[in-house]
């Protein structure tokens, strides 16, 4: 059975989000340079204002070839 996908909210009219330029950075998980980070912006009729920041890592965060589980036995 196949349910409709919930509609996406909508931003009110004259904002935006608008993510800035992607760099690398160090992911302490993978322990190497796999982790982007982009600066989030709020564009408004009244100008530019920081909204945050999104981080993931190339290696860990990737939905198309996720890890696997990792089990530890611990007998």
């Known amino acids: 059975m196949n349910t409709p996908r919930p509609a996406r909210p909508q931003a ?3 904002v935006a989000l ?3 330029t992607a760099v690398t ?3 302490a998980l993978c ?3 796999t982790r982007q980070t982009v600066a989030l912006l709020l564009l408004t009729v ?3 204002a920081p909204a945050g ?3 993931w ?3 860990h965060d990737d939905p198309d070839s996720p ?3 990792r089990r530890i036995d611990r007998a």
């Open 12 to 14: 009110p009219p004259g």
């Open 57 to 59: 890592c190339e290696i």
């Open 25 to 27: 950075d160090w992911c």
């Open 18 to 20: 608008q993510p800035g």
């Open 67 to 69: 890890l696997p589980p």
């Open 53 to 55: 920041s999104w981080s």
């Open 46 to 48: 009244d100008g530019v």
């Open 31 to 33: 322990k190497a340079w």
